[in-house]
């Protein structure tokens, strides 16, 4: 499975904006770029993924970068609610038997 | 509305005694489901993928006879510890992808919390 890099840990103001770096430069041409958080004590949660093109829903933005090797997260405005383990996946298209791998994720602190 | 139901959210079981762990697709059938451990202060470790009337396959160090899983409908896969030991408190996760969505968004459970004493 193609891995991810991510920093271990981020601080952020609250309703500021907030970019999340991941860099995975094996990235195959079939690999879709995921993103799931997981707050405290609570299963993962989705929150945008995408292929090649940037990709924006209620919840945040996925920027990816031309060549695919890199992608960034953006939270707009963060809130104290979005303080939590934001992990950046790589899964292979057509495959919902296809396992998730996960790494070690970025902690986001929100300060107030 | 949740997708994916876990149950029990928390359990406290004596050493040597089993626990199972159910985890149930509420909007759709899943044929494969993943179950993840996850330790404290850490990521989430894939156990097995449990496949909808076949074996599971378990990920290397994972012990299927400690571990059991089985997957007898489309929506309910259990997963049960076996002669459990402090050491398999942990976090414990499942997770379903819609197999109608080809890009395999997953649906996590809740999680169910196993404390061995």
């Known amino acids: 499975d193609a891995k991810t890099t991510q920093p271990n840990s981020m601080e952020s103001n609250e309703e500021e904006p907030v970019h999340l770096p991941c860099n995975h430069s094996?990235?195959?041409?079939?690999?879709?770029i995921h993103w799931y958080r997981q707050l405290p004590s609570q299963g993962p949660e989705y929150v945008i993924h995408?292929?090649?093109s940037n990709v924006n829903n209620r919840m945040a933005s996925l920027a990816i970068a031309e060549d695919r090797k890199s992608s960034t997260l953006i939270l707009h405005r963060a809130t104290l609610r979005d303080a939590a383990v934001y992990y950046c996946?790589?899964?292979?298209?057509?495959?919902?038997?296809?396992?998730?791998?996960f790494g070690t994720g970025t902690l986001l602190a929100v300060q107030p | 509305g949740a997708v994916v139901s876990q149950h029990p959210s928390w359990v406290i079981c004596k050493s040597g005694t089993s626990v199972k762990i159910e985890c149930r697709s509420l909007?759709?059938?899943?044929?494969?489901m993943f179950w993840y451990r996850q330790f404290p202060k850490q990521s989430l470790m894939l156990m097995a993928t449990?496949?909808?009337?076949?074996?599971?396959?378990?990920e290397q160090g994972v012990e299927k006879d400690k571990f059991l899983i089985n997957h007898a409908s489309l929506t309910l896969s259990t997963l049960t510890v076996t002669s459990a030991h402090p050491e398999d408190s942990s976090f414990y996760i499942c997770?379903?992808?819609?197999?109608?969505?080809?890009?395999?968004?997953?649906?996590f459970g809740e999680g169910s919390r196993l404390t061995v004493l």
């Open positions: 909007d759709f059938q899943a044929t494969t």
């Open positions: 996946i790589l899964r292979a298209a057509g495959g919902a038997t296809n396992k998730l791998i």
């Open positions: 995408g292929l090649t």
């Open positions: 094996t990235i195959s041409g079939t690999d879709y």
């Open positions: 997770s379903v992808a819609d197999r109608g969505l080809a890009t395999g968004e997953l649906f």
């Open positions: 449990s496949n909808e009337g076949s074996k599971a396959t378990y």
